[in-house]
Nanobody, 123 residues
Framework: VQLQASGGGLVQAGGSLRLSCAAS????????VGWFRQAPGKEREIVAT????????TYTDSVKGRFTISRREGENTVYLQMDSLKPEDTAVYYC?????????????????WGQGTLVTVSS
């Protein structure tokens, strides 16, 4: 699976962005997917996960109520809607897919990674 993350950019605090994670070479419909982020000087951290059918989603505490992960049946893309953005959300955002259908919050559970898209939130 090849993953392409897009949708990052510069936004003011309180604004919104929608990130997309598109898969090529094979379908993503049977895979758990996670969004991670890595801020300068920090370790990569989980942001949100979604199971293969969208029936189970998880969010890290700092984004609950502001971010929404989703996937549409028939589309080979997973989205991360980010609202009420804060300067501390500034990071490179990565999407990743697991070989299995269940999405984990553990970075090492993911075998396929996109290249990352930069999100910068100004105060």
């Amino acid at each position: 699976v090849q993953l392409q993350a897009s949708g990052g950019g510069l936004v003011q605090a309180g604004g919104s962005l929608r990130l997309s994670c598109a898969a090529s070479r094979r379908t993503l419909s049977n895979n758990g997917v996670g969004w991670f982020r890595q801020a300068p000087g920090k370790e990569r951290e989980i942001v949100a996960t979604i199971n293969w059918d969208g029936g189970s989603r998880t969010y890290t505490d700092s984004v609950k109520g502001r971010f929404t992960i989703s996937r549409r049946e028939g589309e080979n893309t997973v989205y991360l809607q980010m609202d009420s953005l804060k300067p501390e959300d500034t990071a490179v955002y990565y999407c990743a897919a697991s070989r299995g259908s269940v999405a984990s919050t553990r970075l090492e559970s993911y075998q396929y990674w996109g290249q990352g898209t930069l999100v910068t939130v100004s105060s």
